[in-house]
């Protein structure tokens, strides 16, 4: 297998898991508050997705085989759950407290 033939496999394996299990999920589902605002998360880099519903969304992906390395957990104004892609990426939930 060449370089370009991995990308491709990586890419494919990728799209699968977001669609199989994400494919619902659009970008008016999730806002900041209060918008323009960023959420300071000091030196951690992840890629987060936004929940309306982050105990609902997580029992729907630990049902559909997801691996989450961390629970969902109160940090005090948001819920974080922290999940691997299939390649063992870590990818976070966030729902920020109403």
Same mark, same amino acid.
């Given at each position: 297998?060449? &370089?370009? /033939?991995?990308?491709?496999?990586? +890419?494919?394996? &990728? !799209?699968?898991?977001? /669609?199989?299990?994400? =494919?619902?999920?659009?970008? =008016?589902?999730?806002?900041?508050?209060?918008?323009?605002? %960023?959420?300071?998360?000091? %030196?951690? @880099?992840? !890629?987060?997705?936004? %929940?309306?519903?982050? =105990?609902?969304? @997580?029992?729907?992906?630990?049902? &559909?085989?997801? /691996?989450?390395?961390?629970?969902?957990?109160?940090?005090?104004?948001?819920?974080? %759950?922290?999940?691997?892609?299939?390649?063992?990426? +870590?990818?976070? +939930? +966030?729902?920020? !407290?109403?």
């Amino acid at each position: 297998m060449n &370089a370009i /033939e991995l990308y491709r496999s990586l +890419l494919r394996s &990728a !799209h699968d898991f977001l /669609e199989g299990t994400l =494919a619902d999920v659009t970008p =008016a589902q999730f806002t900041w508050d209060p918008p323009g605002k %960023a959420f300071s998360i000091g %030196a951690n @880099y992840s !890629h987060v997705l936004g %929940a309306e519903d982050i =105990a609902k969304e @997580y029992r729907r992906l630990k049902d &559909a085989g997801v /691996e989450f390395v961390e629970d969902p957990k109160d940090l005090g104004k948001v819920w974080v %759950a922290t999940f691997k892609d299939p390649e063992g990426n +870590l990818l976070q +939930l +966030l729902q920020f !407290h109403r």
